[in-house]
């Protein structure tokens, strides 16, 4: 089986920098993604990592260690639409299913 | 393109109906999936097809039935609902290669309370 775990809830300033972790125990791995939630709205994708290192994509950077089984999503300059729900999710070896963590609420405060 | 649709957006059942949540995605996807979102927490699959013909069980499986109609249609019954399925349910898709991301689209879910 898998489990994933992240911290429930950050709050942050316009402007600053949060960095969310994801610790997983998993019996297969194949890559780590990240998905954004507004309230009220559906998941969206924000990034995936199958191999170790730092992805970018504009403000939002993605991290993986594989050997420490450990991720992070790191959002810059934080803007106010940034408050949401970020999850991380592994996919399984050899598969297309995804397991969820509990999410982490981002609060971005003036 | 309309990507993944759902309906109904929002419904009230009773204990004891039953219903028959509709999924439908046009980008040509083979994978959809169903996940059940309660207040404040993760998704939970509770039901996947990888291709067409094709369904297996997530992760929470019980009091649910899946029919993957065609390639595009992926539809999600509740045979007899209990107050402990009311939740919200989301809908998505994937390309399903084994390359890449292979990211999933959601679709913009399903209200349901069971009184």
């Known amino acids: 089986g898998q489990s994933l775990e992240q911290p429930s809830e950050v709050t942050a300033v316009e402007g600053a920098i949060v960095q969310i972790n994801c610790t997983y125990q998993?019996?297969?791995?194949?890559?780590l993604s990240w998905y954004q939630q507004h309230d009220g709205g559906a998941p969206t994708f924000l990034s995936y990592?199958?191999?170790?290192g730092l992805e970018e994509t504009g403000r939002f950077s993605s991290f993986l260690s594989r050997s420490d089984s450990y991720g992070y999503l790191l959002l810059q300059e934080l803007q106010m639409k940034d408050s949401a729900s970020y999850f991380c999710?592994?996919?399984?070896?050899?598969?297309?299913?995804?397991?969820f963590g509990g999410g982490t609420r981002v609060l971005v405060k003036p | 393109n309309a990507g993944v649709t759902q309906t109904p957006k929002f419904q009230v059942l009773k204990t004891g109906q039953s219903m028959t949540l509709q999924c439908a995605q046009d980008?040509?996807?083979?994978?959809m999936y169903w996940y059940r979102q309660d207040p404040g927490m993760g998704l939970r699959l509770i039901y996947y097809?990888?291709?067409?013909?094709?369904?297996d069980k997530g992760e929470v499986p019980n009091g649910y039935n899946v029919s993957r109609l065609n390639k595009r249609e992926f539809s999600l019954r509740l045979e007899s609902a209990a107050p402990s399925q009311t939740s919200v349910y989301f809908c998505?898709?994937?390309?399903?290669?084994?390359?890449?991301?292979?990211?999933?689209?959601f679709g913009p879910g399903t209200r349901l309370t069971v009184l």
């Open positions: 998505a898709s994937s390309e399903s290669n084994l390359e890449g991301t292979d990211t999933q689209y």
């Open positions: 097809s990888a291709s067409e013909g094709t369904t």
């Open positions: 998993t019996s297969g791995f194949y890559g």
């Open positions: 999710a592994v996919r399984e070896a050899a598969g297309n299913k995804l397991t």
């Open positions: 980008m040509n996807h083979n994978s």
């Open positions: 990592n199958a191999l170790d």
